[in-house]
Protein backbone atom coordinates (compact mmCIF):
# COMPACT_ATOMS: atom_id res chain seq x y z
CA UNK A 1 0.00 0.00 0.00
CA UNK A 2 2.88 2.50 0.59
CA UNK A 3 3.85 2.37 -2.97
CA UNK A 4 0.41 3.22 -3.96
CA UNK A 5 -0.53 6.46 -5.40
CA UNK A 6 -3.49 8.49 -3.80
CA UNK A 7 -5.52 7.28 -6.63
CA UNK A 8 -4.71 3.60 -6.44
CA UNK A 9 -5.37 3.82 -3.01
CA UNK A 10 -8.96 5.11 -3.29
CA UNK A 11 -9.35 2.67 -6.00
CA UNK A 12 -8.20 -0.33 -3.81
CA UNK A 13 -10.85 1.00 -0.94
CA UNK A 14 -13.99 1.64 -3.14
CA UNK A 15 -13.29 -1.69 -5.10
CA UNK A 16 -12.90 -3.84 -1.86
CA UNK A 17 -16.03 -2.07 -0.53
CA UNK A 18 -17.91 -3.36 -3.62
CA UNK A 19 -16.29 -6.88 -3.88
CA UNK A 20 -16.99 -7.03 0.12
CA UNK A 21 -20.42 -6.30 -0.81
CA UNK A 22 -20.93 -9.03 -3.69
CA UNK A 23 -19.55 -10.99 -1.09
CA UNK A 24 -22.24 -10.18 1.64
CA UNK A 25 -25.24 -10.32 -1.03
CA UNK A 26 -24.14 -14.36 -1.87
CA UNK A 27 -23.73 -14.80 1.71
CA UNK A 28 -27.19 -13.70 2.85
CA UNK A 29 -28.52 -15.92 -0.29
CA UNK A 30 -26.97 -18.98 1.33
CA UNK A 31 -28.31 -18.23 4.34
CA UNK A 32 -31.72 -17.84 3.40
CA UNK A 33 -31.02 -21.58 1.34
CA UNK A 34 -29.56 -23.64 4.32
CA UNK A 35 -32.47 -22.38 6.28
CA UNK A 36 -34.68 -22.99 3.60
CA UNK A 37 -33.48 -26.91 3.88
CA UNK A 38 -33.90 -26.97 7.36
CA UNK A 39 -29.34 -27.27 7.42
CA UNK A 40 -29.72 -25.24 10.85
CA UNK A 41 -31.99 -27.47 12.34
CA UNK A 42 -29.99 -30.50 11.15
CA UNK A 43 -27.15 -30.10 12.68
CA UNK A 44 -28.90 -29.55 16.13
CA UNK A 45 -28.88 -25.51 16.29
CA UNK A 46 -31.76 -24.45 18.11
CA UNK A 47 -32.56 -21.07 15.35
CA UNK A 48 -30.54 -20.32 12.18
CA UNK A 49 -28.92 -17.24 14.41
CA UNK A 50 -27.46 -19.33 16.54
CA UNK A 51 -26.34 -21.83 13.75
CA UNK A 52 -24.77 -18.58 11.91
CA UNK A 53 -23.35 -17.13 14.82
CA UNK A 54 -21.43 -19.93 15.61
CA UNK A 55 -20.23 -21.80 12.16
CA UNK A 56 -18.99 -17.56 11.50
CA UNK A 57 -17.65 -16.69 14.59
CA UNK A 58 -20.15 -13.33 14.97
CA UNK A 59 -21.90 -11.20 17.48
CA UNK A 60 -25.16 -12.05 18.10
CA UNK A 61 -26.31 -8.61 17.28
CA UNK A 62 -24.37 -9.06 13.77
CA UNK A 63 -25.80 -12.42 13.30
CA UNK A 64 -29.70 -11.49 13.76
CA UNK A 65 -28.86 -8.74 11.32
CA UNK A 66 -28.25 -11.30 8.37
CA UNK A 67 -30.31 -14.03 9.05
CA UNK A 68 -33.25 -11.30 8.66
CA UNK A 69 -31.98 -10.07 5.93
CA UNK A 70 -31.86 -13.32 4.35
CA UNK A 71 -34.90 -13.71 5.01
CA UNK A 72 -36.80 -10.68 3.86
CA UNK A 73 -34.40 -9.17 1.08
CA UNK A 74 -33.94 -12.45 -0.83
CA UNK A 75 -35.21 -14.07 -3.77
CA UNK A 76 -35.73 -17.97 -3.30
CA UNK A 77 -37.34 -21.34 -4.04
CA UNK A 78 -39.29 -23.69 -2.23
CA UNK A 79 -38.60 -27.43 -2.32
CA UNK A 80 -40.36 -28.33 -4.69
CA UNK A 81 -38.43 -25.59 -7.16
CA UNK A 82 -41.45 -23.18 -7.12
CA UNK A 83 -39.62 -19.27 -6.83
CA UNK A 84 -40.94 -16.71 -4.40
CA UNK A 85 -39.63 -13.21 -4.42
CA UNK A 86 -38.52 -11.57 -1.70
CA UNK A 87 -40.77 -9.74 1.09
CA UNK A 88 -38.65 -6.94 0.18
CA UNK A 89 -37.92 -7.00 -3.36
CA UNK A 90 -36.55 -3.44 -3.39
CA UNK A 91 -34.13 -3.65 -0.60
CA UNK A 92 -33.19 -7.36 -2.06
CA UNK A 93 -32.50 -5.91 -5.97
CA UNK A 94 -30.37 -2.81 -3.94
CA UNK A 95 -28.51 -5.49 -1.75
CA UNK A 96 -27.85 -7.66 -5.61
CA UNK A 97 -26.62 -4.94 -6.86
CA UNK A 98 -24.28 -4.03 -4.04
CA UNK A 99 -25.45 -0.56 -3.44
CA UNK A 100 -26.40 -1.12 -0.07
CA UNK A 101 -24.78 -2.95 3.00
CA UNK A 102 -26.31 -5.28 6.01
CA UNK A 103 -26.95 -2.37 7.77
CA UNK A 104 -29.29 -0.48 5.62
CA UNK A 105 -31.14 -3.28 4.83
CA UNK A 106 -31.89 -3.93 8.91
CA UNK A 107 -32.87 -0.84 9.10
CA UNK A 108 -35.64 -1.00 6.56
CA UNK A 109 -36.36 -4.21 7.53
CA UNK A 110 -37.11 -2.66 11.41
CA UNK A 111 -38.97 0.18 10.11
CA UNK A 112 -41.28 -1.83 7.57
CA UNK A 113 -42.08 -4.15 10.43
CA UNK A 114 -42.83 -0.99 12.79
CA UNK A 115 -45.45 0.17 9.77
CA UNK A 116 -47.13 -2.97 9.22
CA UNK A 117 -49.84 -2.87 11.84
CA UNK A 118 -51.32 0.15 10.53
CA UNK A 119 -50.10 -0.03 7.09
CA UNK A 120 -52.01 -1.26 4.12
CA UNK A 121 -49.51 -3.58 1.70
CA UNK A 122 -49.68 -1.02 -0.91
CA UNK A 123 -48.49 1.31 1.63
CA UNK A 124 -45.77 -1.01 2.94
CA UNK A 125 -44.84 -1.73 -0.47
CA UNK A 126 -44.61 2.13 -1.47
CA UNK A 127 -42.81 3.06 2.02
CA UNK A 128 -39.81 0.05 0.89
CA UNK A 129 -39.44 1.22 -2.11
CA UNK A 130 -38.61 4.82 -1.27
CA UNK A 131 -36.33 3.87 1.70
CA UNK A 132 -34.32 1.57 -0.20
CA UNK A 133 -33.96 4.17 -3.21
CA UNK A 134 -33.17 6.56 -0.70
CA UNK A 135 -30.58 4.13 1.23
CA UNK A 136 -28.56 4.14 -1.60
CA UNK A 137 -27.34 8.22 -1.32
CA UNK A 138 -27.25 7.94 3.02
CA UNK A 139 -26.04 6.49 5.93
CA UNK A 140 -28.03 4.19 8.00
CA UNK A 141 -28.01 6.95 10.64
CA UNK A 142 -29.58 9.40 7.78
CA UNK A 143 -32.24 6.10 6.57
CA UNK A 144 -33.09 5.36 9.97
CA UNK A 145 -34.13 8.79 10.61
CA UNK A 146 -36.45 8.44 7.74
CA UNK A 147 -37.51 5.95 8.10
CA UNK A 148 -38.86 7.01 11.37
CA UNK A 149 -40.33 10.04 9.73
CA UNK A 150 -42.40 7.64 7.47
CA UNK A 151 -43.47 5.98 10.50
CA UNK A 152 -44.53 8.67 11.91
CA UNK A 153 -46.29 9.85 8.38
CA UNK A 154 -48.63 6.60 8.85
CA UNK A 155 -49.09 5.99 12.24
CA UNK A 156 -49.33 9.74 13.67
CA UNK A 157 -52.07 8.25 16.65
CA UNK A 158 -49.10 5.80 17.55
CA UNK A 159 -46.35 7.67 17.34
CA UNK A 160 -48.36 10.48 19.74
CA UNK A 161 -48.98 7.41 22.04
CA UNK A 162 -45.40 6.71 22.52
CA UNK A 163 -44.17 10.37 22.77
CA UNK A 164 -47.23 10.59 25.57
CA UNK A 165 -45.57 7.51 27.08
CA UNK A 166 -42.29 8.93 26.59
CA UNK A 167 -43.43 11.79 28.95
CA UNK A 168 -45.11 9.48 31.64
CA UNK A 169 -41.74 7.66 32.08
CA UNK A 170 -39.65 10.90 32.58
CA UNK A 171 -36.94 11.15 35.47
CA UNK A 172 -34.49 12.16 36.74
CA UNK A 173 -32.58 11.51 39.81
CA UNK A 174 -29.15 12.28 41.84
CA UNK A 175 -27.38 11.60 44.95
CA UNK A 176 -23.70 11.90 46.29
CA UNK A 177 -21.47 9.29 45.77
CA UNK A 178 -18.60 7.81 48.43
CA UNK A 179 -16.34 10.35 47.08
CA UNK A 180 -18.50 13.10 47.39
CA UNK A 181 -18.93 14.10 43.73
CA UNK A 182 -22.84 14.14 42.44
CA UNK A 183 -23.86 11.63 39.97
CA UNK A 184 -27.39 12.09 37.88
CA UNK A 185 -28.84 9.72 35.69
CA UNK A 186 -31.83 10.69 34.15
CA UNK A 187 -34.06 9.58 31.19
CA UNK A 188 -35.87 12.66 29.39
CA UNK A 189 -38.83 13.26 26.97
CA UNK A 190 -38.15 13.85 22.93
CA UNK A 191 -38.95 17.94 23.95
CA UNK A 192 -36.85 18.03 27.33
CA UNK A 193 -34.28 16.01 25.54
CA UNK A 194 -34.38 18.70 23.05
CA UNK A 195 -34.23 21.61 25.05
CA UNK A 196 -31.49 20.39 27.33
CA UNK A 197 -29.11 19.85 24.35
CA UNK A 198 -29.95 22.92 22.92
CA UNK A 199 -29.19 24.40 25.83
CA UNK A 200 -25.95 22.62 26.94
CA UNK A 201 -24.67 21.98 23.07
CA UNK A 202 -23.12 25.40 22.78
CA UNK A 203 -21.34 25.79 25.85
CA UNK A 204 -19.97 21.98 25.26
CA UNK A 205 -18.15 22.92 22.47
CA UNK A 206 -14.25 21.99 22.16
CA UNK A 207 -12.04 24.63 22.96
CA UNK A 208 -8.64 25.13 21.62
CA UNK A 209 -5.97 25.63 24.58
CA UNK A 210 -3.99 29.46 24.38
CA UNK A 211 -0.77 27.32 22.56
CA UNK A 212 -3.01 25.63 19.58
CA UNK A 213 -3.66 22.66 20.72
CA UNK A 214 -6.83 20.73 20.69
CA UNK A 215 -8.76 20.59 23.77
CA UNK A 216 -7.53 18.07 25.55
CA UNK A 217 -11.37 17.85 27.75
CA UNK A 218 -12.77 14.49 26.84
CA UNK A 219 -16.75 14.65 26.08
CA UNK A 220 -17.88 14.18 29.43
CA UNK A 221 -15.66 16.34 31.02
CA UNK A 222 -16.61 19.06 28.22
CA UNK A 223 -20.74 18.23 29.16
CA UNK A 224 -19.87 18.10 32.77
CA UNK A 225 -18.35 21.51 32.51
CA UNK A 226 -21.09 23.03 30.20
CA UNK A 227 -23.45 22.31 32.65
CA UNK A 228 -21.62 24.28 35.14
CA UNK A 229 -21.73 27.02 33.52
CA UNK A 230 -25.39 26.38 32.26
CA UNK A 231 -26.04 26.65 36.23
CA UNK A 232 -24.12 29.82 36.97
CA UNK A 233 -26.04 31.09 34.10
CA UNK A 234 -29.27 30.14 35.14
CA UNK A 235 -28.55 31.44 38.69
CA UNK A 236 -27.40 34.60 37.77
CA UNK A 237 -30.16 35.78 35.06
CA UNK A 238 -32.64 34.21 33.37
CA UNK A 239 -31.13 34.61 29.88
CA UNK A 240 -29.52 31.29 28.44
CA UNK A 241 -27.19 30.79 25.40
CA UNK A 242 -29.17 30.30 22.18
CA UNK A 243 -27.41 27.88 19.08
CA UNK A 244 -26.13 30.79 16.92
CA UNK A 245 -26.19 33.31 19.54
CA UNK A 246 -23.79 36.21 19.75
CA UNK A 247 -20.32 35.70 19.07
CA UNK A 248 -17.70 37.36 20.87
CA UNK A 249 -16.23 40.82 20.22
CA UNK A 250 -13.30 41.02 18.35
CA UNK A 251 -11.61 44.60 18.18
CA UNK A 252 -8.87 44.29 15.44
CA UNK A 253 -6.13 47.27 14.96
CA UNK A 254 -5.08 47.15 11.40
CA UNK A 255 -5.38 49.98 8.35
CA UNK A 256 -8.18 48.65 6.00
CA UNK A 257 -6.73 49.47 2.83
CA UNK A 258 -3.26 47.64 4.06
CA UNK A 259 -5.02 44.63 5.07
CA UNK A 260 -7.15 44.03 1.38
CA UNK A 261 -4.31 45.18 -0.44
CA UNK A 262 -2.27 42.29 0.98
CA UNK A 263 -4.66 39.43 0.87
CA UNK A 264 -5.40 40.19 -2.83
CA UNK A 265 -1.48 39.93 -3.74
CA UNK A 266 1.45 37.91 -2.64
CA UNK A 267 2.83 40.31 -0.99
CA UNK A 268 3.14 39.66 3.18
CA UNK A 269 1.02 42.49 4.73
CA UNK A 270 1.30 43.80 8.02
CA UNK A 271 -0.64 41.96 10.76
CA UNK A 272 -3.11 42.82 12.52
CA UNK A 273 -3.32 42.99 16.64
CA UNK A 274 -6.27 41.59 18.43
CA UNK A 275 -6.27 44.51 21.47
CA UNK A 276 -7.80 42.35 24.19
CA UNK A 277 -4.45 40.25 23.93
CA UNK A 278 -2.29 42.77 22.27
CA UNK A 279 -1.24 39.61 20.56
CA UNK A 280 -0.25 39.94 16.51
CA UNK A 281 -3.11 38.29 13.69
CA UNK A 282 -2.62 37.31 10.42
CA UNK A 283 -4.45 39.32 7.88
CA UNK A 284 -5.59 35.90 6.51
CA UNK A 285 -7.20 35.25 10.19
CA UNK A 286 -8.84 38.54 10.10
CA UNK A 287 -10.35 37.28 7.10
CA UNK A 288 -11.66 34.45 8.44
CA UNK A 289 -12.99 36.42 12.03
CA UNK A 290 -14.58 38.26 10.23
CA UNK A 291 -17.15 35.72 8.83
CA UNK A 292 -18.36 35.34 12.06
CA UNK A 293 -17.84 38.15 14.45
CA UNK A 294 -18.42 41.67 15.37
CA UNK A 295 -15.61 43.88 14.09
CA UNK A 296 -14.92 46.76 16.00
CA UNK A 297 -12.69 49.21 13.51
CA UNK A 298 -10.50 51.56 15.45
CA UNK A 299 -8.52 54.36 13.42
CA UNK A 300 -5.31 55.10 14.23
CA UNK A 301 -3.51 58.66 14.09
CA UNK A 302 -0.14 58.98 12.79
CA UNK A 303 1.19 58.40 16.97
CA UNK A 304 -0.97 55.29 16.45
CA UNK A 305 -3.36 55.92 19.17
CA UNK A 306 -6.81 56.19 18.89
CA UNK A 307 -8.80 58.61 16.78
CA UNK A 308 -12.06 57.25 16.59
CA UNK A 309 -14.04 53.89 17.39
CA UNK A 310 -16.71 52.96 15.09
CA UNK A 311 -19.72 50.86 15.68
CA UNK A 312 -19.50 47.26 16.08
CA UNK A 313 -21.36 45.30 13.32
CA UNK A 314 -22.97 41.62 13.53
CA UNK A 315 -21.97 39.98 9.91
CA UNK A 316 -24.59 36.93 10.83
CA UNK A 317 -27.55 37.95 13.02
CA UNK A 318 -28.92 34.96 15.30
CA UNK A 319 -32.11 34.99 13.00
CA UNK A 320 -29.83 34.45 9.64
CA UNK A 321 -27.57 32.12 12.00
CA UNK A 322 -30.95 29.92 12.24
CA UNK A 323 -31.63 29.95 9.01
CA UNK A 324 -29.00 28.57 7.89
CA UNK A 325 -28.54 26.13 10.42
CA UNK A 326 -31.87 24.81 9.46
CA UNK A 327 -30.61 24.95 5.65
CA UNK A 328 -26.87 23.32 6.40
CA UNK A 329 -26.88 21.65 9.42
CA UNK A 330 -24.11 21.99 12.10
CA UNK A 331 -21.47 22.46 9.21
CA UNK A 332 -21.80 22.23 5.49
CA UNK A 333 -19.13 20.29 4.42
CA UNK A 334 -19.73 16.88 2.29
CA UNK A 335 -19.52 13.85 4.97
CA UNK A 336 -18.67 16.27 7.81
CA UNK A 337 -19.42 14.42 11.07
CA UNK A 338 -18.97 17.38 13.55
CA UNK A 339 -21.40 17.09 16.48
CA UNK A 340 -23.82 20.03 16.81
CA UNK A 341 -22.24 22.58 18.71
CA UNK A 342 -21.03 26.40 17.82
CA UNK A 343 -19.98 26.26 13.91
CA UNK A 344 -19.01 29.25 11.82
CA UNK A 345 -21.23 31.19 9.48
CA UNK A 346 -18.54 31.64 6.46
CA UNK A 347 -19.29 34.42 4.06
CA UNK A 348 -18.42 32.79 0.50
CA UNK A 349 -17.16 36.10 -1.22
CA UNK A 350 -15.28 37.81 1.86
CA UNK A 351 -17.14 40.50 3.59
CA UNK A 352 -14.07 42.32 3.72
CA UNK A 353 -14.25 42.49 0.23
CA UNK A 354 -17.98 43.47 -0.43
CA UNK A 355 -19.20 40.22 0.34
CA UNK A 356 -23.52 40.65 1.40
CA UNK A 357 -24.49 39.10 4.76
CA UNK A 358 -27.60 36.92 3.16
CA UNK A 359 -28.14 33.30 2.65
CA UNK A 360 -26.96 33.34 -0.55
CA UNK A 361 -23.37 34.07 0.47
CA UNK A 362 -22.98 32.16 3.66
CA UNK A 363 -22.33 28.84 4.93
CA UNK A 364 -22.10 27.37 8.11
CA UNK A 365 -19.18 25.39 8.59
CA UNK A 366 -17.40 23.64 11.11
CA UNK A 367 -13.77 25.09 12.71
CA UNK A 368 -11.94 22.53 11.41
CA UNK A 369 -13.67 22.64 7.42
CA UNK A 370 -13.63 26.78 7.93
CA UNK A 371 -9.81 26.25 8.03
CA UNK A 372 -9.67 23.83 5.37
CA UNK A 373 -11.74 25.87 2.86
CA UNK A 374 -9.20 29.47 3.55
CA UNK A 375 -5.98 27.35 3.67
CA UNK A 376 -7.02 25.08 0.79
CA UNK A 377 -9.20 27.18 -1.52
CA UNK A 378 -12.41 25.17 -2.23
CA UNK A 379 -14.86 26.96 -3.75
CA UNK A 380 -18.17 27.57 -2.88
CA UNK A 381 -21.16 28.32 -4.67
CA UNK A 382 -25.24 27.98 -3.83
CA UNK A 383 -27.29 26.59 -6.13
CA UNK A 384 -31.39 25.77 -6.17
CA UNK A 385 -30.83 26.71 -1.96
CA UNK A 386 -28.16 24.38 -1.39
CA UNK A 387 -24.22 25.11 -1.11
CA UNK A 388 -22.15 23.10 -3.57
CA UNK A 389 -18.48 22.29 -2.70
CA UNK A 390 -15.60 22.62 -5.55
CA UNK A 391 -11.93 21.25 -4.50
CA UNK A 392 -9.25 22.35 -5.85
CA UNK A 393 -7.05 19.97 -7.85
CA UNK A 394 -4.95 19.48 -5.17
CA UNK A 395 -7.99 17.01 -3.74
CA UNK A 396 -9.11 16.10 -7.39
CA UNK A 397 -7.87 16.73 -10.15
CA UNK A 398 -11.17 16.86 -12.09
CA UNK A 399 -12.28 19.57 -9.57
CA UNK A 400 -15.78 17.71 -9.38
CA UNK A 401 -18.49 19.42 -7.31
CA UNK A 402 -19.48 17.76 -4.15
CA UNK A 403 -23.17 18.65 -2.87
CA UNK A 404 -23.29 20.05 0.68
CA UNK A 405 -25.44 20.45 3.40
CA UNK A 406 -27.35 17.38 5.18
CA UNK A 407 -30.73 16.46 4.76
CA UNK A 408 -33.24 17.90 7.02
CA UNK A 409 -36.67 16.92 8.70
CA UNK A 410 -38.03 19.61 5.42
CA UNK A 411 -36.74 17.26 2.74
CA UNK A 412 -37.91 14.23 3.71
CA UNK A 413 -41.46 15.86 4.28
CA UNK A 414 -40.76 16.78 0.56
CA UNK A 415 -39.63 13.49 -0.64
CA UNK A 416 -42.53 11.52 1.71
CA UNK A 417 -44.93 13.90 -0.71
CA UNK A 418 -43.89 12.95 -3.68
CA UNK A 419 -43.70 9.52 -3.54
CA UNK A 420 -46.49 8.44 -0.68
CA UNK A 421 -50.30 8.75 -1.31
CA UNK A 422 -52.24 10.93 0.17
CA UNK A 423 -53.75 9.43 3.79
CA UNK A 424 -56.69 7.34 3.11
CA UNK A 425 -60.19 8.73 4.19
CA UNK A 426 -63.03 7.53 6.46
CA UNK A 427 -65.00 5.13 3.97
CA UNK A 428 -68.39 7.14 5.11
CA UNK A 429 -66.65 10.60 4.88
CA UNK A 430 -68.77 13.22 3.66
CA UNK A 431 -67.87 16.45 1.71
CA UNK A 432 -68.58 19.47 4.42
CA UNK A 433 -69.60 23.20 4.20
Known amino acids: MAACSDAELEAV ?45 LAGGEAKSRVLVARMATEHTTLHG ?59 HELGKLAERVRY ?19 LHYGTAADGMTVINARLDRETGAKFRAALQPLAAPRPADNGEPDPRTPGQRNADALDTLLDIALGSDRLPRSGGQRPHITVTIDFDDLTQALRSEQNGLPGTLTATGQPITAENVRRLACDAEILPVVLGS ?44 HIQSWIDGGPTDLSNLVMLCGHHHRAIDQRH ?56
Open 13 to 57: ITETEAVMRAAMALQVQAIAEAENRGLPAAQGARKTEAWVQNKLN
Open 82 to 140: VPVPAELPATAAAIKAGAITVAHARVIIDGIRRMAPVSTPAELGQAEAMLAGYARECSP
Open 153 to 171: YFDQDGAYRAEETQHALRE
Open 303 to 346: DNLPLNIGRAERTAPPHLRAALLLRDGTCAFPSCDRPPGTPDAH
Open 378 to 433: WRITIENGRPIFTPPTTVDPLQRPRPGGRPTGTDHNTLLREVIPRPRQPANTHART
